[in-house]
Every structure is written in structure tokens, then in C-alpha cells.
């Protein structure tokens, strides 16, 4: 029998208490028995996946993960085309990759 192994990107968005939420990618833990959150520090946390949705390939996960820094969500509504944007990840394991781009639209499915 054959271990299949993934790994994506993701940053924790909300923390309250003892519990830590997660957003990744579906595609990422599509299928998966076991969810390990790793951070860069080290740290290792099992998750479980709050929810998902394949259409729009984004993921919830929940950690019992105390003191962790959340990103803070920015306001979409204000973002301009033309403006500069980044996307940090960690695709094929390449760890701390990061890409940069110009916003051409707004308002696409």
C-alpha cells in the first residue's frame, strides 16, 4: 500500500482563545486522513478541516495553536486595478517562495 504526501501554503486569519484557523487551498487536503500544520519555527500542529469548497479551492482548518500571528484581511473593495500585488507560498516544497503581479480586473468569478 502506497503513501501518497502533499504539501501547500497557507496563513492562520483568526485566533480566539486556544484555537487557530487556517486557510489553504482544497486541492491541497483533498482526500486527506491526516492534516499536520507546520510553521516555520518548527511548530507542528494535527488540524482538522472545518470546511472546504472545491469550486472556489479554498480550505478551513483548525488548529489548538495559542499566540500564532494572523494576517490581517485587507479590504478588497478598495484594491485598483493596476495596483502591485504579491503571493507568497510554498509550492513542490519550494518553502518562502514568493511572486509578484499587477491587478488587471476586478469583479471575476
Not at 472556489?56 to 499566540?67: K, Q
Request: glycine share 12%; no cysteine.
Amino acid at each position: 500500500q502506497r503513501r501518497a504526501v502533499s504539501q501547500g501554503s497557507g496563513f492562520v486569519f483568526a485566533q480566539a482563545g486556544e484555537v487557530s484557523h487556517i486557510l489553504t487551498n482544497q486541492h491541497v487536503i483533498e482526500g486527506a486522513q491526516r492534516i499536520t500544520v507546520r510553521f516555520q519555527d518548527g511548530r507542528e500542529f494535527e488540524a482538522r478541516l472545518k470546511g472546504a469548497d472545491a469550486k472556489s479551492d479554498v480550505a478551513v482548518l483548525e488548529i489548538a495553536g495559542r499566540g500564532l500571528p494572523a494576517l490581517k484581511w485587507g479590504d478588497s473593495a478598495r484594491l485598483e486595478v493596476g495596483e502591485w500585488v504579491v503571493a507568497m507560498g510554498n509550492p513542490f516544497g519550494l518553502s518562502h517562495t514568493l511572486t509578484t503581479g499587477v491587478v488587471s480586473a476586478k469583479g471575476r468569478t
